[in-house]
């Protein structure tokens, strides 16, 4: 899974909650304009469904919906007070998810059992509910592994890099992870560092990288 | 022959007694003679039809036209041609046919069918969260048809051979069934059966997409309890979606879902 695949992988059927396959970033950014699934013009979608089966198919349907608009448009972080205009609503058949209900659909979301696709990002008071979240289409593991693939395969294990290299820099301008937030990663790079791979040292954007 | 047809008195009766016995041997004679010679006629065509399935296994296999009509001719002599045992027609040949029958179209016909008998088993699984175990043969054709392995994969798929597929699943139970909603075919996968009730609200939803109470009180001139009462159950079955954002609250079968 690591760097540009061209070859995009068959989509699990056995997971509900699978990411979107890996495509390399050139073509997703071709095609500027996202295709939303028919379901997104389906009016009861916007209703949380008072059966729970049918509750649990329709979160399946929305953690699938936000996880390929988020990879498309390479958001890394949602921030409920100012939200995409037509990703939890479809003004042409005037139906939205209520802000109650996102928050809802989001909690759903967060639980490790239904894929851990979103994490929330704690406020400074701990009496306030959060009000931005992460939205993992790649779960941070899933990231690590792409860049150190990446790293491994361009032969720069020994180097050290630069966080703002590894975000911003040329040399990964075709990457799924360019322009990632800072704070994910280096949560991301955290990861590699407990697995004994990478290691950082300095502070800020100037702090450095060395992956082993 | 008889050269004296037509005798007249005494003789005539005598002839005609003769001639009379003379025909029934005659026509035992025929019937025997036909008899043979459509065994051997069969027995013609089976070692041609043998000869034909094995040089358009293939045809038979990527071709839904040729598969159909292949269906069908096999239906008209008599023989089921995915389950070798069972025969419908005259017992005498046919018995002997049957089973020469599932040899002879072996392993490609009947893999396609049984493959497609899988998948739409788990596509009837797959789906059963949402629409509660009822979904159009069109909508499990067109999801057959963008999935992959043997099934899909460039093969096409029709609605006939969809239904074949699941008729070939009776004798396992397991309870999978065509019902008829209106104009549309509906595979259920669940054992509960819908009331007369449910399957008119269903065909409504068919038509119109959606119901609200009142609609079906208007239409279907239903108290309102009863109308409140049949769209309880379809939504504890989860058979339709819930949309409360319209004026009225909306009912929605979940067959309209997916469609491109």
New interface residues.
């Given amino acids: 899974m690591a760097s540009s695949s061209s070859s995009p992988a068959?989509p699990t059927?056995t997971s509900a909650y699978a990411a979107p396959p890996p495509t390399s970033i050139s073509s997703q950014i071709a095609s500027t304009t996202f295709t939303f699934?028919?379901?997104t013009s389906?009016?009861?979608?916007?209703?949380l469904?008072?059966?729970l089966?049918?509750r649990?198919?329709?979160l399946t349907l929305w953690s699938n919906l936000l996880t390929t608009y988020c990879a498309h448009h390479r958001l890394f972080k949602l921030s409920l007070s100012f939200l995409p205009a037509n990703l939890f609503a479809n003004p042409s058949i005037?139906?939205?998810l209520s802000q109650p209900d996102i928050r809802t659909v989001l909690d759903h979301l967060a639980l490790p059992a239904n894929g851990g696709r979103v994490e929330w990002i704690p406020t400074s008071s701990r009496s306030e509910k959060p009000n931005s979240c992460w939205v993992y289409w790649r779960t941070p593991a899933e990231w690590a592994d792409a860049i150190y693939g990446w790293v491994d395969e361009t032969g720069q294990k020994g180097a050290v890099l630069t966080v703002y290299e590894i975000r911003e820099g040329e040399a990964v301008q075709s990457q799924e992870w360019r322009g990632m937030d800072e704070e994910l990663l280096r949560k991301v790079l955290s990861v590699l560092v407990k697995r004994g791979k990478a290691q950082i040292f300095g502070q800020e954007e100037t702090a450095g990288v060395k992956f082993f | 022959m008889a050269s004296n047809r037509r005798g007249v008195g005494m003789s005539a009766f005598s002839n005609s007694a003769i001639s009379a016995d003379q025909y029934a041997r005659h026509g035992q004679t025929l019937r025997s003679n036909h008899a043979e010679a459509l065994a051997n006629q069969l027995s013609v065509f089976q070692a041609a039809l043998h000869n034909f399935s094995l040089t358009h296994a293939k045809d038979i296999r990527q071709n839904p036209q040729f598969r159909a009509e292949f269906a069908r001719m096999c239906h008209a002599i008599g023989v089921d041609p995915l389950a070798g045992s069972n025969v419908k027609g005259s017992a005498g040949a046919s018995g002997k046919t049957g089973s020469v029958w599932a040899k002879m179209l072996g392993s490609s016909v009947n893999d396609f069918y049984f493959e497609l008998a899988v998948r739409v088993v788990e596509v009837c699984r797959?789906t059963r969260?949402?629409n509660?175990g009822m979904i159009a043969v069109s909508e499990m054709r067109k999801r057959i048809e963008k999935g992959?392995g043997i099934i899909g994969g460039g093969i096409d798929v029709t609605d006939d051979d969809i239904e074949r597929a699941l008729e070939s699943l009776v004798p396992l139970g397991g309870g999978f069934k065509i019902v008829p909603l209106g104009s549309s075919r509906f595979i259920r996968s669940v054992p509960k059966e819908l009331n007369l009730d449910q399957s008119t609200v269903l065909e409504v939803m068919q038509i119109l997409g959606?119901v609200t109470v009142s609609m079906l009180q208007a239409n279907l001139g239903w108290e309102r309890a009863r109308a409140i009462a049949v769209i309880d159950d379809l939504?504890?079955d989860?058979l339709v979606?819930?949309?409360?954002?319209?004026d009225e609250t909306?009912y929605?079968s979940p067959a309209?879902?997916?469609?491109?």
């Fill in positions: 068959p059927l699934p028919t379901y389906f009016p009861p979608f916007y209703t469904q008072p059966n089966t049918t649990a198919r329709q005037h139906r939205t | 797959e969260a949402e509660g992959r959606h939504v504890a989860s979606w819930v949309d409360s954002q319209a909306e929605w309209a879902m997916h469609d491109g």
